[in-house]
């Protein structure tokens, strides 16, 4: 498969590519800054620079053109301010779903975050963050062009991956390491019937691909 990565050179999105990479599928990392580039073919990674707080909907559909799937695993960041939550978190994801669907990619995997909410209250930045995320969240939902699949995961760590982990429509909080994030979102790719399901993600028990045969078209 290709597949277009938003986010390319994300602590989840490298983790994605190798793991893309190592079993031959083509990975395409896209990213704003070039200096990543070696990083991402590191990797085993496309890298495609594109900046997607500026790019329009025509120029992104061009890199998506002729994918299998993409997966939006961008960010602002967290030292980043409550302007760059709106243009990123939301508006890059928006921008992503766009071009998916003018390219012609149904499949679209978004990383969003739990407790993610439109209707989320609170003027600190991680509120407006949590907006931002449930805003396009609903977005992408909404698209009928797309066939949706929305993973949001506990607390991420940098703990090795344990391979096994509890994926529900709510799971409630706990931590996940973002190995095990990246193996669930392969898996979530290679299952077509996970389709507009919007799963939570924490580590747990059940090993990552019953976890995700398991909770295939529910």
Known sequence: MRIVIAGGHGQIALRLE?????????AVGVIRNPQQSEELRAAGAEPVVLDLESASVEETAE???????????AGAGPNSGSARKDTVDRGAAVLFADAAEQA???????VSSMGADPDHRGDEVFDIYQRAKGEADAYVRSRSGLDWTILRPGMLTNDAGSGQVLLTASTGRGPIPRDDVAAVLVELLDTPA???LTLELISGSKPVT?????IAGN
């Open 18 to 26: 190798r793991l893309l990479a190592a079993r031959g599928d083509e």
């Open 63 to 73: 890199v998506l053109r002729g994918a299998d799937a993409v997966v939006f695993a």
């Open 104 to 110: 012609g990619v149904r499949r679209y995997v978004v």
């Open 194 to 196: 996970t389709a507009g």
């Open 210 to 214: 019953v976890a995700v045969k398991d």
